[in-house]
């Protein structure tokens, strides 16, 4: 009987240890690379952070935005759920490593923008407001919102 046991955890412990799959919240994915601020991969597919607008790379203080974001989800399994899908064919997701809101952390610690444009979260927006009060990140710097950035740099 100890033997069945111990075989069928090995089961389940391999079925929760790899692949994605689907929680009653999302989906789990492993994330295998950042590529900047709010645009990271997992196996092959590309996603973009949901109500967040981050610094270029080639911007001020773009580096440390992708740092930021690698220390919340590289190489670590996160909850993503898909809001939809960009002209470039990423999805557009909020994502949860744990209980932690991505979104939410880069935004409170300055690391991005909230982006009202394509959202109406008075929580991000009030999050922004105090990160820009106290001077969290790039808010120590006068930064150029990405938006902008973009449309000076096609």
Known sequence: M??????????LFFFVACGDKTSQSGTL???SRVLDGDT???NGQRYRIA???APEISQQFGNESKLFLQSLILHKR????????????????KVYAGKNHVSESMVKNGFAWFYERYSDNSKLRNLEKSARQNK???????????YQYRKLNK
């Open 51 to 53: 109500e967040i607008d």
């Open 29 to 31: 994915i492993y994330v």
């Open 78 to 93: 996160v909850n993503v759920k898909t809001v939809s899908t960009d002209r470039y064919n990423r999805k557009i997701v």
């Open 2 to 11: 100890k033997i069945k046991h111990i075989f069928l955890l090995s089961i």
């Open 40 to 42: 990271f991969e997992s």
């Open 136 to 146: 969290k990140g790039l808010w120590k710097y006068n930064p150029v919102n990405p």
